[in-house]
């Protein structure tokens, strides 16, 4: 059974930082691109970053490039999203996902992924 278990999210400062990890189990991890989406109340949901199987090549949004950064720890199972200087729009449940094709060429597209987790919140106080 396929899981993925987001943590780290919690309430945080505008211009601060958090760091939001996800845990996989079930699967062979190293074998699936990797990508973060968010959704805030009464919005869609947001592709925030993706990183491929190996973790040398990384794709973001750009309302978030130059803050965030995705990371992944093969061996550990687990990737990773820094988010440095926070807003208030940044506020949103954050989601990982994870996609066995490799579709980089849609790794922002979330119908291209194959498992999520539940989700953490993620609040940016003004």
């Known amino acids: 059974q396929v899981q993925l278990v987001e943590s780290g999210g919690g309430v945080v400062q505008a211009g601060g930082s958090l760091r939001v990890s996800c845990a996989a189990s079930g699967l062979t991890f190293s074998l699936y691109t990797m990508g973060w989406f968010r959704q805030a109340p009464g919005k869609g949901r947001e592709f925030v970053a993706g990183?491929?199987?190996?973790?040398?090549?990384?794709y973001y949004a750009d309302a978030v490039k130059g803050r965030f950064t995705i990371a992944r720890d093969n061996a550990r199972y687990t990737v990773f999203l820094q988010m440095n200087s926070l807003k208030p729009e940044d506020t949103a449940v954050y989601y990982c996902?994870?996609?066995?094709?490799?579709?980089?060429?849609?790794?922002?597209?979330?119908?291209?992924?194959?498992?999520w987790g539940q989700g953490t919140q993620v609040t940016v106080s003004s």
């Open positions: 996902a994870a996609d066995l094709r490799g579709h980089l060429e849609k790794v922002a597209d979330h119908t291209t992924y194959d498992y």
């Open positions: 990183i491929n199987w190996k973790g040398d090549s990384t």
